[in-house]
């Protein structure tokens, strides 16, 4: 199966889901971003990859806005070179947490420090995704009332349970899809998911700090932080 079929079934069964509050908005970039998140598939994540980094879902101007994996504005337009023009608009759209695609004035300082680091250690987008792909374990982004943003890990049993099943089975057929050696979670949450998914896979998990600016690890140096973890888990850098 290919990459856009998993994720279109992803998508489809995630849409059938419902969530009681607080959580009172639901976006699904998988289906309003469709267009550049297939983009996304077809030019960076046709395997083999050497490893895949794994995050958790997406963040309100990452990637909420283009569709893609900690999805900054500028490393999604500039340095992969991806179409944000076929973004639409959630419905129903939080008034607080707008969807401007590339227009978008925000910076998701995640996805800075990761694509940042990206670009500044391989160069090209071309040179890191001929070994690494990135993907995020839930594909929706949840949003209280006041536009705080709210985890999947949060979320009751009987919401959480159909979710991570839904998520868990597309994560595999991904990996399966993508063949890594190596599963990188981004944070504890992430790992955790994947070693579960990938448990009969021949795969390795491992884990690298999250960059979220919530982590007061993060705040004190991510780069050399997940680059000493990565070294450990035996990526060579260049």
Not at 11 to 16: G, L
Not at 130 to 145: I, K, Q
Not at 186 to 190: I, K, N, R
Not at 198 to 205: E, M, S, T, Y
């Given at each position: 199966?290919?990459?856009?079929?998993?994720?279109?079934?992803l998508?489809?069964?995630?849409?059938?889901l419902?969530?009681?509050?607080?959580?009172?908005?639901?976006?699904?970039p998988?289906?309003?971003?469709r267009a550049?998140?297939?983009?996304?598939?077809?030019?960076?994540?046709?395997?083999?990859?050497?490893?895949?980094?794994?995050?958790?879902n997406?963040?309100?101007?990452?990637?909420?806005?283009?569709?893609?994996?900690?999805?900054?504005i500028?490393?999604?337009r500039?340095w992969?070179?991806?179409?944000?023009s076929?973004?639409?608009?959630?419905?129903?759209?939080?008034?607080?947490r707008?969807?401007?695609?590339?227009a978008?004035?925000?910076?998701?300082?995640?996805?800075?420090?990761?694509?940042?680091?990206?670009?500044?250690?391989?160069?090209?987008a071309?040179?890191?995704f001929?070994?690494?792909?990135?993907?995020?374990?839930?594909?929706?982004?949840?949003?209280?009332?006041s536009?705080?943003?709210?985890?999947p890990?949060?979320?009751?049993?009987?919401?959480r349970?159909?979710?991570?099943e839904i998520?868990?089975?597309?994560?595999?057929?991904?990996?399966?899809e993508?063949?890594?050696d190596?599963?990188?979670g981004?944070?504890?949450?992430?790992r955790?998911?994947?070693?579960?998914?990938?448990?009969?896979?021949?795969?390795?998990?491992?884990?690298v700090?999250?960059?979220?600016?919530?982590?007061?690890?993060?705040?004190?140096?991510?780069?050399?932080?997940?680059?000493a973890?990565?070294?450990e888990?035996g990526?060579?850098?260049?």
């Open positions: 199966m290919s990459l856009q079929s998993i994720t279109q079934q998508s489809d069964a995630v849409d059938a419902s969530f009681a509050e607080p959580v009172t908005h639901v976006y699904n998988l289906a309003y971003a550049p998140h297939f983009e996304y598939l077809e030019r960076y994540l046709a395997g083999p990859k050497e490893a895949v980094f794994v995050g958790m997406p963040g309100p101007w990452g990637m909420a806005q283009t569709g893609i994996p900690f999805g900054e500028a490393a999604a500039d992969m070179g991806l179409d944000l076929g973004v639409r608009r959630p419905d129903p759209e939080h008034p607080k707008p969807v401007d695609g590339g978008c004035k925000r910076s998701e300082v995640s996805g800075r420090r990761l694509w940042g680091w990206a670009a500044e250690r391989f160069g090209t071309d040179a890191f001929a070994r690494f792909g990135v993907l995020n374990y839930c594909p929706l982004s949840f949003m209280e009332a536009g705080r943003n709210f985890i890990e949060k979320l009751p049993k009987a919401e349970t159909p979710l991570f998520c868990d089975a597309s994560l595999r057929a991904l990996v399966e993508i063949g890594p190596l599963v990188i981004v944070g504890a949450f992430a955790k998911r994947a070693a579960a998914v990938c448990k009969g896979l021949d795969v390795r998990i491992g884990q700090l999250h960059p979220s600016p919530a982590s007061p690890a993060a705040n004190r140096g991510w780069v050399p932080q997940a680059e973890q990565l070294i888990l990526v060579e850098l260049p």
